[in-house]
């Protein structure tokens, strides 16, 4: 049997491109013939009765031919396709003009000038006008054809591209570790790939709705898919960390997991893509090191508070014992015993700090660090330090030099701050080759500034940084005690007053440790930077 193909309604056959003519005359006499010449084409007719009425359509619909009345009362013809001809969506349509009168060849030339593609005079053989028409409309639908085939080539050849890229993107996802999914806007997972499945010990059919959700451990899945959902509706991308359940050994494991949004061009979000990065080992390892640096600084606190009483009540017994020895100044043995009980004495001095700065360690860590802020005058401490040090400088063949004025007061710590001038100046002794030390000061409206400078050691470039880290010496630890706390503690206190302490130095020409201060409180805050914190702030970016 004989196959035709099937036809519209207008009797087109179906998919052929419809084309539309326009016709335009103002008398509805000449239109109801015009339609009924133009009907047997099968194409669409549109009616207008005025030249205005048929820019009006042409504005929103296309068209394959107009057909244009010359003689029409408000805007003529000429006057329509003129405009008709000056719009680029409508400058291609070929306009046939229909005139009764005018016959002449001006008037006729006029209409080619006005773009008319044919001039019919009334009265025309009605089959000779439907041929006419006939052709212009095979031209534009062999024109729609044309496009239709490129449009759907392009597209063909669009999608080919597209599968093919999708078939590379899920290769790739295919040979990544993580555990990836990819979701439609809706949330809805449709693709997990080869890793996500073997760590959920899924096969590719098993995979439902919830499969995911399921692997999700029931203490943490709520929370996660709440926080999912949301995330769904507001289009903003998030991570979390979650424990899903490994297939192979049945035990969680914390995975980090984010999604982030795919978008059109145009921001509109098609899909999702979701990720799992194992972060197990890592995040127990954070939580056996946080443990130990807890237990560690409990320790420190507890054993350095308890090392603290015996030796307060050691310092008194031997100032005692020194007192006594230098009431008996007039035995013979005294003096031998004088230089003894003051070696007792500095050693016990120095435990004593030693012990204080293990405190102050702990405290710091725990951020306990507290800050009695009043109106402190540095130019009393420099001068209290300077005093307190001259002995034990002059004893090493070295001298403390104070340069200050006669007071510079600001919203300080008072003890604090003797802690940072006594842990530098003693540095500067300790380090300085026995040779001259300046510590000077000086200040302006809203700072003060302590430079204390030695001429010895020096600090190679590469440990001007480090030295400030919690137990970090640069010297070499045969010839010189310590522990490489004094200059962190500095720097806490420092910090926490809102100032700042710095280091110039080469080696073998010594030191300037330099320590500005802001005069007022407001700019003070509290102990930053302990290593607690950062290892929090670490896990927080994780999170
Ligand atoms: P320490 O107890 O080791 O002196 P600090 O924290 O006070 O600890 O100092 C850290 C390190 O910085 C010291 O071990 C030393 O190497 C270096 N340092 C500090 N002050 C000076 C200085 N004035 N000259 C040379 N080196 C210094």
């Not at 089959?127 to 028409?133: G, V, W």
């Not at 306990?368 to 040090?389: C, P």
């Not at 600001?410 to 802690?419: A, E, F, H, I, P």
């Amino acid at each position: 049997m004989d196959q035709q193909p099937p036809t519209s309604d207008s009797g087109q056959p179906a998919g052929e491109p419809r084309a539309c003519i326009l016709v335009v005359d103002d008398h509805p006499a000449n239109l109801v013939a015009l339609e009924a010449i133009l009907a047997p084409l099968g194409h669409e007719l549109v009616m207008a009765r005025s030249g205005e009425e048929a820019l009006r359509e042409i504005l929103h619909r296309e068209f394959a031919l107009i057909l244009l009345d010359v003689q029409m009362a408000d805007m003529n013809g000429f006057e329509t396709a003129g405009y008709i001809k000056q719009h680029p969506r409508s400058r291609h349509i070929p306009i046939i003009f229909i005139t009764a009168v005018n016959r002449d060849a001006v008037h006729v030339f006029r209409g080619y000038s006005h773009g008319a593609v044919d001039y019919l005079v009334k009265p025309f053989d009605a089959d000779i006008l439907r041929s006419k028409a006939a052709v212009f409309i095979e031209l534009y639908v062999r024109g729609e054809k044309l496009k239709l085939q490129e449009r759907l080539l392009h597209q063909r050849e669009r999608e080919a591209a597209e599968r093919k890229s999708q078939e590379r993107y899920r290769r790739l996802l295919d040979v990544m570790p993580e555990c990836i999914w990819a979701a439609d806007a809706q949330g809805k997972v449709n693709y997990w790939n080869r890793p996500g499945l073997a760590y959920c010990g899924l096969r590719p059919a098993d995979v439902h709705e919830d499969s995911f959700w399921e692997c999700v451990h029931p203490d943490d899945r709520s929370d996660a898919r709440a926080q999912w959902e949301a995330g769904l509706r507001s289009g903003a991308s998030f991570e979390r960390q979650v424990r899903i359940k490994r297939a192979a050994d049945g035990s969680y494991r914390w995975h980090l997991a984010r999604a982030v949004p795919e978008r059109e061009t145009d921001g509109t979000i098609v899909g999702w893509i979701a990720t799992a990065t194992d972060i197990d080992d890592q995040k127990r390892a954070e939580e056996a090191l946080r443990k130990a640096i807890i237990l560690r600084d409990d320790f420190l606190s507890v054993a350095s508070h308890e090392l603290r009483t015996p030796l307060t009540s050691l310092k008194l017994e031997v100032a005692n014992l020194s007192r006594i020895a230098r009431r008996d100044g007039g035995s013979s043995g005294a003096p031998r015993l004088i230089a003894k009980v003051e070696k007792i004495d500095s050693q016990a001095a120095r435990l004593h700090r030693l012990i204080d700065e293990l405190l102050d360690v702990s405290r710091i860590a725990a951020g306990r660090l507290e800050l009695h802020v009043e109106a402190v005058d540095l130019a009393q401490i420099v001068n209290e330090v300077g005093t307190r040090f001259s002995d034990e400088a002059a004893r090493v063949g070295s001298t403390l030099n104070i340069h200050a004025p006669a007071s510079v007061v600001g919203r300080w710590d008072k003890s604090r701050l003797d802690q940072v001038v006594t842990n530098l100046v003693s540095n500067a002794i300790k380090y300085g080759d026995n040779k001259p030390i300046d510590v000077t000061l000086e200040a302006e409206d809203d700072r003060a500034v302590v430079t204390i400078r030695d001429r010895g050691l020096g600090i190679a470039p590469n440990d001007h940084e480090r030295i400030f880290g919690r137990f970090e010496r640069a010297a070499s630890t045969r010839h010189y005690g310590g522990i490489g706390l004094g200059l962190w503690i500095v720097k806490q206190i420092i910090d926490a007053l809102g100032g700042t302490v710095t280091v110039e130095s080469t080696p073998g020409t010594g030191s300037t440790f330099t320590v500005e201060l802001p005069r007022s409180a407001d700019k003070a805050r509290h102990p930053t930077a302990t290593l607690e914190r950062h290892l929090a702030t670490g896990a927080h970016q994780h999170s």
